[in-house]
């Protein structure tokens, strides 16, 4: 097999354009096996091979530079670098990224993950080169759905200002995780169908060129005009009139094609945008039929496409839509904004249902949450879904447009704590901390999948602003038939014990019971608390712990411990109840790599049997 022979970029050099054909075929094969094992990034990976052989050939890697944006496409890149034989530990617990990682390889410049940073992030190494004086070519491969994020026009703008050889290849796939939608893919869809300029262009330069004598003239004078041809044949021509020179469109799976462009865009002396066209699942059916199912894929059946062994009933996110739908059937002031994700966080039916209700806005978490603050300030109630690791991108606007003004915006946070193995820029284990810190949001975690229905419910119904945040994956139903009512700031008591007492939020109150269940045996009978509100805590609730002869607090939370629910208990406990033991239970203060989340669960000690094992070995329980 001709991918055997390829450890590094120097292996493509003298291929025949049949044997780059072939590569090409025998990546995407390998790219589907392996997913299919192990699941991953499936879509966006198929239909970047010929783009990624194509600026292998035309840069000297990895003394040039690669910077992938989000980087869920880098997995061509990760095999043309050397470590196609790491692929059998992909995403796994102590294997490799599915993204790009400075730790993992040279070739990688940059660590990636959310989406919109890598222009930023080219121009930033840029700038390092031309001041140490170093001469190579930073190229930074951005999809059109991240080019509706704001901060990749910010990039733009100071890019424009570059007196020396910066790349953008925009690679366009007409797809983000979902359908593109909004401006900029009005005008990129314009360019893709208005080959008439390029045409003319080529056809207009070949017959003067065989003029004699005035031939070149006349193109030197035509090129003084070409700016106003551009505006009549290409609508806009926005990067052009921003001061980027535009080359493009080019057909990203023509590998030569891409290879010519490259190497013109590289004699430059300023920043280029090369626009490529791309198909996103190209080469496996049922990923060209359905790019957004297969985006990001679980094991799965090859010949089918169909998924292998999955697990029935709701996850968190089925609730959430479901429940959402409902409560909109009864309030037409319910509306619903997405930031690209209207099949991830389950708005998909709620806009199918009420379209003049649902906004998707975009890659653009800023743009999603003042927005809905602008629609809470003339009275609708907005609810706004995203995961915790992408909420992170718009603190200030919660910060500034929601919470200052006390605005009633519902924060449906997904994916919040261990998602597994999208790794390190996916974890979403700081949501409690960086909520918790901002005045006038309160903060709630359901126990299961019924008090994430009522806690949708109750929010929608409160003045101020409002953050759920639940876990990835099939919700739990365990202790439905313990349901005390919500009530504002207070948690709920599902068991009364004796001189211990379990304080879990979330997702934690399973671990919680099951090791009140394993403790049992031995002779302790642990008081369980389900936390429910993390801002405010119930304050009364831990009076009442202390004052029915509780000795030892722990707590419990799938966030980590700075800034979290543990450190708000013990604080309150040290200024009220002097001589009462708070144990927190967290993650640690780092950043959490990919795996399986039952063995990160084991590996950062927050599961059931290690939890047990450290408060003993600590003296906390005997």
């Given at each position: 097999m001709l991918l055997d022979r390829i450890h590094g970029p120097e292996d493509l050099r003298g291929l025949s354009q049949g044997e780059l054909e072939e590569l090409a075929g025998e990546i995407r094969r390998f790219i589907i096996e392996k997913t299919s094992i192990y699941g991953g990034h499936l879509a966006s990976n198929l239909g970047v091979v010929e783009l990624t052989i194509g600026l292998y050939l035309a840069l000297d890697l990895p003394r040039d530079k690669i910077v992938w944006d989000v980087g869920h496409q880098s997995y061509t890149h990760k095999i043309l670098s050397g470590r196609k034989d790491n692929f059998d530990g992909l995403r796994q617990y102590g294997g490799m990224s599915g993204f790009p990682k400075r730790s993992e390889s040279e070739f990688d410049c940059f660590d990636t993950g959310h989406s919109s940073t890598s222009i930023s992030a080219g121009l930033g190494i840029a700038e390092a080169r031309d001041i140490r004086g170093e001469d190579f070519t930073v190229v930074s491969v951005i999809g059109d759905g991240a080019l509706t994020g704001g901060m990749a026009y910010e990039a733009l703008n100071n890019a424009a200002q570059m007196q020396k050889n910066f790349i953008v290849v925009l690679n366009d796939n007409n797809m983000s995780i979902s359908q593109n939608v909004g401006g900029m893919s009005r005008y990129l869809n314009g360019i893709r169908v208005g080959k008439g300029y390029n045409q003319m262009k080529r056809s207009v330069g070949k017959f003067l060129l065989s003029i004699p004598s005035i031939g070149k003239p006349l193109i030197r004078r035509l090129q003084k005009t070409k700016n106003s041809i551009k505006q009549l044949l290409i609508p806009g021509m926005l990067f052009e009139n921003m001061g980027v020179t535009y080359l493009g469109p080019v057909d990203g799976h023509d590998i030569r094609a891409v290879e010519r462009v490259i190497c013109e865009a590289k004699k430059l002396n300023h920043t280029v945008l090369v626009h490529v066209i791309t198909k996103k699942g190209k080469g496996y059916r049922p990923a060209e039929l359905s790019p957004c199912d297969y985006h990001g894929v679980g094991p799965f059946e090859i010949a089918s496409g169909r998924p292998k062994g999955e697990k029935g009933g709701e996850s968190y996110t089925d609730v959430f839509s479901r429940t959402l739908l409902e409560l909109g059937e009864r309030d037409p002031r319910i509306v619903a904004v997405t930031a690209a994700m209207p099949d991830g966080t389950g708005l998909r039916r709620f806009g199918e249902r009420f379209p003049e209700r649902f906004f998707d806005v975009g890659i653009a978490e800023q743009h999603a949450v003042t927005s809905a603050a602008g629609m809470a300030s003339e009275g609708l109630r907005p609810v706004v879904a995203v995961y915790s690791s992408f909420l992170q991108r718009a603190y200030d606007q919660i910060v500034h447009d929601v919470c200052l003004p006390k605005l009633p915006v519902v924060f449906a946070v997904d994916r919040a704590g261990l998602v597994g193995s999208d790794g390190e820029t996916h974890q979403g284990i700081f949501d409690f901390s960086y909520l918790t810190s901002i005045p006038n949001?309160?903060?709630?975690?359901?126990?299961?999948?019924?008090?994430?229905?009522?806690?949708?419910?109750?929010?929608?119904?409160?003045?101020?602003?409002?953050?759920?945040?639940?876990?990835?994956?099939?919700?739990?139903?365990?202790?439905?038939?313990?349901?005390?009512?919500?009530?504002?700031?207070?948690?709920?008591?599902?068991?009364?014990?004796?001189?211990?007492?379990?304080?879990?939020?979330?997702?934690?109150?399973?671990?919680?019971?099951?090791?009140?269940?394993?403790?049992?045996?031995?002779?302790?009978?642990?008081?369980?608390?389900?936390?429910?509100?993390?801002?405010?805590?119930?304050?009364?609730?831990?009076?009442?712990?202390?004052?029915?002869?509780?000795?030892?607090?722990?707590?419990?939370?799938?966030?980590?411990?700075?800034?979290?629910?543990?450190?708000?208990?013990?604080?309150?406990?040290?200024?009220?109840?002097?001589?009462?033991?708070?144990?927190?239970?967290?993650?640690?203060?780092?950043y959490v790599e990919h795996g399986d989340v039952t063995k990160l669960r084991a590996g950062l000690r927050i599961d059931s049997d290690s939890i047990i094992f450290d408060l003993r070995k600590e003296g906390v329980i005997h």
């Open positions: 949001m309160t903060v709630m975690a359901p126990k299961n999948a019924r008090e994430l229905e009522d806690m949708l419910s109750f929010a929608l119904k409160q003045e101020g602003p409002v953050s759920i945040r639940y876990p990835r994956g099939r919700a739990w139903t365990g202790l439905s038939e313990l349901h005390a009512p919500l009530v504002f700031g207070k948690a709920e008591l599902l068991f009364e014990g004796r001189d211990i007492a379990l304080i879990a939020a979330g997702s934690m109150v399973s671990t919680a019971l099951h090791i009140r269940e394993k403790l049992i045996p031995s002779g302790l009978e642990p008081t369980l608390v389900n936390a429910r509100f993390i801002k405010p805590i119930d304050t009364e609730m831990l009076d009442r712990l202390v004052a029915s002869g509780c000795r030892t607090l722990i707590t419990l939370e799938e966030n980590v411990k700075q800034g979290g629910f543990g450190l708000e208990v013990l604080d309150y406990i040290n200024r009220r109840h002097r001589g009462i033991l708070v144990h927190n239970v967290t993650l640690p203060d780092c």
